[in-house]
């Protein structure tokens, strides 16, 4: 069974910066399409970012154009990106596969206020 071992979230103002850090175990990792969900309080957890294993990548239209995915098969790890955050970006994170997911990490939290 994979773990998934999400960090990097915090608080920042409008505007700023984050890059959030997902670590999987297992050496399956690098054949499986990865992606970064949220969940804010109250509303479904929803898929903003994926990347196949060929480092092909798709945004949510929320975030398109702030946010990069990016992965290091060799590390096991998958990265996002996320410039230019807005109010509405707070949430919990969480990385997972696409498809039939691994159980959730702890997932990290972004909180986005002035």
């Known amino acids: 069974q994979v773990q998934l071992v999400e960090s990097g979230g915090g608080l920042v103002q409008p505007g700023g910066s984050l890059r959030l850090s997902c670590a999987a175990s297992?050496?399956?990792?690098?054949?499986?399409?990865m992606g970064w969900y949220r969940q804010a309080p109250g509303k479904q957890r929803d898929l903003v970012a994926s990347?196949?294993?060929?480092?092909?990548?798709n945004y949510d239209d929320s975030v398109k154009g702030r946010f990069t995915i990016s992965r290091d098969n060799a590390k096991n790890m998958v990265y996002l990106q996320m410039n230019s955050l807005k109010p509405e970006d707070t949430a919990v994170y969480y990385c997972?596969?696409?498809?039939?997911?691994?159980?959730w990490g702890q997932g990290t939290q972004v909180t986005v206020s002035s």
């Open positions: 297992g050496s399956i990792f690098s054949i499986y399409a």
């Open positions: 997972n596969k696409l498809g039939t997911r691994w159980a």
């Open positions: 990347i196949t294993r060929f480092a092909i990548t």
